[in-house]
């Protein structure tokens, strides 16, 4: 048995690497987000979830530590946000988690987080896959069924032409 990564399948599954050889692309996993109730005043931290505002957090904590779950800012820490806003009108960053674990069962945790009190809602963000070329009919040509013809616009594409009248990029 050895230690070396399958290939991943589907668009943008591989590519070329810094010497050649190609490379691996796992995409990002799905990840159940948090919005927290504003006057809860929730901050996670790795101690667990406690209460600026004084809300009571036992019930998140409690199904967080039964699951095996932890909460994490989704835009850095309470601090770093703090310097990050400054004297702009900047919404509270501070109500954005991300939840660690779980990973498989993210439609049922987001349906029982979003029901804890304190929690003003929940969504699974699905994973993110990079674009590619030539997946679909790469070897025949056609489109797969049911996709939308793009028209072609390269007759108004006349900034590519020389100058007066482009750049004349087909050149550079």
């Known amino acids: 048995m050895t230690d ?7 668009p943008g599954a591989s590519g070329p690497g810094p010497d050649g050889a190609g490379f691996t692309y796992r995409g990002a996993e799905r990840e ?3 919005v927290a109730r504003p006057k809860a005043g929730l901050r996670a931290r790795a101690e ?3 209460s600026v505002a004084g809300a009571d957090t036992s019930a998140l904590d409690m199904f967080l530590s039964d699951e ?12 770093r946000l703090q310097q ?3 004297t702009e009108d900047v919404p ?4 954005f988690y991300r939840v660690r674990g779980g990973e498989s069962r993210a439609e049922e945790l987001r349906a029982r987080i979003a029901a804890l009190p304190g929690i ?4 699974v963000k699905p994973g993110a896959v990079p674009a590619s070329l030539g997946q679909v009919g790469e070897d025949s040509g056609r489109l797969k069924e049911g996709a939308p013809v793009t028209p072609d616009y390269s007759g108004r594409q006349g900034y590519l032409r020389p100058a007066p009248e482009g750049v004349d990029a087909h050149w550079a």
């Open 92 to 95: 509270d960053l501070a109500l």
């Open 4 to 10: 070396q990564a399958q290939p991943a399948q589907g």
């Open 84 to 86: 990050a806003a400054g």
């Open 32 to 34: 159940v987000i948090v």
């Open 68 to 79: 095996q779950l932890a909460l994490e800012p989704l835009f850095g820490n309470e601090e």
């Open 48 to 50: 667990g979830v406690r």
């Open 120 to 123: 003003d809602s929940a969504y």
